[in-house]
């Protein structure tokens, strides 16, 4: 593969140090973006093809176009609260390469014009947020953040904000009504944060590791980026392996990828008995693919949506042979009725309603029209919510049903014989 | 804006009797006032704040949200909606160890159900339900971002990774 962007510092000794973000080549590219107009900053961003990374993959570039001419402040939020299951790329950008980010806050912030960032990261990761805390602190110390950033007359404050455990608080507009202080509600949209954002003024909310993935391309050039990858999936990206792969665990690959070559970097399945049966690949909130649809698949956001699914935040979750499908839905399905905020209806009621159902098939105890009932609430959840929590959820419940359908319908037959075995006492 | 975060451990959780007295102390008061320049509001300020009672007694009593809601400057139950849309804000004393397991998809897998029952058979008690010296609590939370080590949990802020009901348990008795 190409170098590696993100995580070209894992492995050092020290890498969360400033120190040792210098030696290795950090903090040498925001000069050069400090000196250049912010347009410009922008413009080689939108060259590079950056999409965004927390799951949307939404242009970075254009998503700070979209910030209006204005007097008011203009604020970044960095999203930290990486909680999407199968998920865990942003933890190791925080704990072992903090400065990374933080070079590519003060770049950011450069080119939208924002003194004001917040970094919100999740309450779970504590020990990640004082790694965080203490990079800050050296950044601060070494004149890279505060009143007068490397002596350019500008000032950069970044303060951390901690969650509190709410999944909802990684939706965009869930953040920042969080950072004010309320519940993570998400809000209606339009107006998009971009016009009217955190305390009303215009906002962009970016991901860890697109952050992250702004200082190689100020370095580099936009066009050199986009020269990784294939077509509109351009540069590397940071892969989640997690389940029955024999060395579980995070990889940077350039987009495009083979699934396979995923795969045997995690030393494959972890028992040549039980082959690959399923694969999530984007977080527990994308359609599942089959063994055979996986291995003919490549990792990029076109070829994924080709494949009926979404790279969403790379999350893969790898299935073995002999793993009951009706069991694993109902736990992935239990994470959606324990997160949805409860603002809107068809989501409160009805991801608890398909997640009972699930464990009514996984008990035995399911009536026999249970089944048509999930696909109903489904038809009654997909799109009619305020946010895609919901639809979060629809998209792998129709696709488990789909493709693993016969376990399903077994699953409704022990449920038949066990109320006819009872009538029957 | 250093951390005010005590090492995890090292908190006098009391008992909900307790709870009456609960205030932020002066120095968590000095933080907050550090913080309060970079928000727009002082509203902004109640994440924080209750992360700062958290932090000092493990809990957020009633008596403490109404002295955070005179704090930042908001009603007391726009406290109580906060605290309890969070899930990691306890409204009750929790365990001195509280020992969340991952029950989600990748640690699911790998055996948390198991680890969840033996740790129930271990103390004698349900989930969220704190041992009755108070030293442990069990609590099923949702994906921790650590699905590499599945399973996984947390006691208290640290996590515990590549879990079997041996290690698990050997973790917990040397706890001190």
Redesign the interface.
Known sequence: MSEPILSRNFGVPGSHRLATSIERGGWRTFRKALAMPPEQVVDEVKKSGLRGRGGAGFPTGMKWGFLPKTDKLIYLCVNADESEPGTFKDRYILDLDPHLLIEGIVITCWAIKSSDCFVYIRGEYEASRRILQAAIDEAYAAGCLGPNVDGKGWRLDVTVHKGAGAYICGEETGLLESLEGKRGYPRIKPPFPAVVGLFGCPTIVNNVETIASVPWILEHGGEAYAAIGVGKSTGTKLWCASGHVAKPGLHELPLGAPFSELLQRCGGMRDAARPLKAVIPGGSSVPVLTAAEAMAVNLDYESLAAAGTMLGSAGLIVIEAGTDMVRVLAVLTRFYADESCGQCTPCREGTSWVNDILWRLVEGTASPRDLDLVQGLCDNMLGKTICVLADAMVLPVRSFLKKFQPEFEAAMARSRANVAAATHA | ???Q?PESGTVAHGTAADGAAHRLSPAAIATLER?AP????R??????A??LVQDAYGWISEAAMQHVAEV?G?SPVRVL??VT?????HEHPPGRYNVQVC????C???GAEDLLERLQARFGVGVNTPTPDGRFMIQR??????????PVC?VN???VFDLTPAKLEAHLDQLP
């Open positions: 804006m250093t951390s975060t913080l970079r928000y727009a509001n509203e902004a300020l109640l994440l924080p209750l992360w930042v908001v909606s906060v849309f969070y899930h990691m804000y029950h989600n998809l990748s699911s897998l790998l939370v949702e994906c921790l971002g650590a699905c590499e080590h599945a947390q802020e640290d996590f």
